[in-house]
């Protein structure tokens, strides 16, 4: 069963600080990832899309991919308070383009 | 940006009674649908993919009977909670893939639907 996991914290870093996510993944044909931020009670929001292996940055965030160990992670540096929500890793793994989604990390930005 | 325009973001209904939830994609065509519930402090379960024109195809242990989705044309796709009870209650969202599969991911988020069955 294809499976995608992630701790699902709460994961507490001080405001300024590099919050650091993590996900692996379980079938190597996986060949699209993505992290989605989720604040409660919305709908997930597109963080950063990730292809191919090593690093991919946008501003403060930055996605790692290693295919070889399958995971996938996601930096976010500077951390700001409004960074605080939970932070879903999906991967693609069929033509049908279905995710396959973790079950996400909460993480807490503390002022 | 692509934008999936989802309504009502909010209902509250009786039990026994139906509920339709609209996804529009607003400015691309969106092939491909996907329908998902979360229920709180819980990850996206997948109901139930679509493509337009064609039936949808429903995971493992979603009644299609119960949870209807239409795809009739590449801006609109529904679903429909037929007789809702209670323990339908939860968050609906829609995720729709553009033709193209354009931007970050391809991939586009409704606002979401908050069900509430009483």
């Known amino acids: 069963q294809k499976e995608v996991e992630q701790n699902s914290g709460p994961l507490s870093v001080p405001e300024g600080a590099i919050a650091s996510l993590n996900c692996t993944y379980s079938d190597r044909g996986s060949q699209s990832f993505f992290w989605y931020r989720q604040y409660s009670g919305k709908s997930p929001e597109l963080i950063m899309s990730i292809y191919s292996n090593g690093d991919k940055e946008d501003g403060r965030f930055t996605a790692q991919l290693n295919k070889a160990s399958q995971y996938v992670s996601l930096l976010i540096r500077d951390s700001q308070p409004s960074d605080s929500a939970t932070y879903l890793c999906?991967?693609?793994?069929?033509?049908?383009?279905?995710?396959?989604w973790g079950a996400g990390t909460k993480l807490i930005i503390k002022p | 940006g692509a934008v999936v325009s989802q309504h009502p973001s909010w209902v509250i209904c009786k039990s026994g009674t139906s509920v339709k939830i609209e996804c529009r994609s607003l400015d691309f065509q969106a092939t491909t649908m996907f329908w998902y519930r979360q229920f709180p402090k819980q990850s996206l379960m997948l109901m139930a993919t679509?493509?337009?024109?064609?039936?949808?195809?429903?995971e493992q242990g979603v009644e299609k009977d119960k949870f209807l989705i239409n795809h009739a044309s590449l801006t609109l796709s529904t679903l429909t909670v037929t007789s809702a009870h209670p323990e339908d209650s939860s968050f609906y969202i829609c995720s729709a893939r553009d033709r193209q599969g354009s931007g970050l991911g391809g991939y586009t988020f409704g606002s979401g639907t908050r069900l509430t069955v009483v």
């Open positions: 999906a991967v693609n793994v069929d033509s049908n383009y279905q995710l396959i």
């Open positions: 679509s493509n337009e024109g064609s039936k949808a195809t429903y």
